[in-house]
């Protein structure tokens, strides 16, 4: 196959989304394929598909597609056909809820059974999501880092509702798994414009010392703009309040 036709062939990978019900693996996969976040929690029945197509470095027709299994699905029979070739898999827990980060043992002594016969294993990433309630983290973080790091796997703090970490986490392992790094400017393009509302706590990212935003009487809207390497400015995030 020449270059141009290796870059353009279609990729792809299969992502799966595991974890305790609630802990925002429909959130994340809808911010990550659509922008979208909603406060309402409707349980997943069985499984769900997302898809995003997207250019990962030399390759230019990656097609992501996420596979977000209800959390009922650990007591449930059809897990092996639901993590079957993934390529990644994310477990996600809730950091502001200790069970889900618990059960997520579970979780991997199932998928390693179910993946004892396959030539290799599936990328696994620890995900600790909600991490804009960071005042109600019940999960320290070095235990989830501890706990990552002792099974051999990558770890992510990421917030569905604010999108923090989202694409840059999702897309990083989707590079790994291809072979290619992401450039520096690849990175800037999938870290989110993140808009938070003064009045509620929110651990905002990017901000020097990662500062938190206080409680105030008012709301305002508080964005936070990564700019593109092509915008006219030599800083590469700015606060403004609106
Ligand atoms: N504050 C906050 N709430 C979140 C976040 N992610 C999800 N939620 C809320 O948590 C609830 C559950 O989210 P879902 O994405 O439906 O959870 P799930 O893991 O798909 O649950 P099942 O489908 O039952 O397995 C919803 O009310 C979401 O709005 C987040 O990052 N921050
Ligand atoms: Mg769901």
């Not at 390759?59 to 299994?69: C, F, G, P, R, T």
């Not at 809820?97 to 043992?105: A, G, P």
Request: with cysteine; hydrophobic share 40%.
């Amino acid at each position: 196959m020449a270059d141009n036709e290796e870059e353009l062939a279609e990729r792809r990978i299969k992502i799966v989304l595991v974890g305790d019900s609630g802990a925002g693996k429909t959130s994340i996969a809808l911010k990550f394929c659509n922008d979208e976040f909603s406060r309402q929690y409707s349980p997943t029945a069985g499984i769900d598909f997302f898809l995003k197509n997207l250019s990962l470095g030399i390759y230019k027709n990656v097609n992501l597609h996420l596979w977000d299994v209800s959390g009922l699905a650990l007591r449930g029979n059809m897990l092996d056909k639901y993590v079957y070739e993934a390529n990644i898999i994310l477990l996600v827990y809730d950091v502001t809820n200790s069970s889900s980060f618990d059960i997520l043992e579970e979780w991997i002594a199932e998928i390693r059974e179910l993946s004892q016969d396959v030539d290799s294993m599936p990328m696994m990433a620890i995900v600790g999501n909600k991490c804009d309630m960071e005042h109600q983290r019940t999960v320290k973080r070095e235990r989830s880092h501890r706990f990552a790091a002792e099974n051999g796997f990558h770890y992510q703090d990421m917030s569905a509702r604010t999108g923090e970490s989202v694409s840059l986490c999702i897309v990083n392992l989707a590079a790994k798994s291809l072979g290619v790094r992401l450039t520096k400017s690849d990175q800037d393009f999938h870290r989110p414009i993140v808009t938070a509302e003064i009045g509620d706590s929110v651990d905002i990212p990017i901000v020097k010392n990662r500062k938190i935003v206080k409680r105030r009487p008012n709301k305002k809207q508080i964005t936070i703009h990564h700019f593109r390497p092509n915008f006219p400015m030599s800083k590469s995030a700015a606060c403004s309040l609106q």
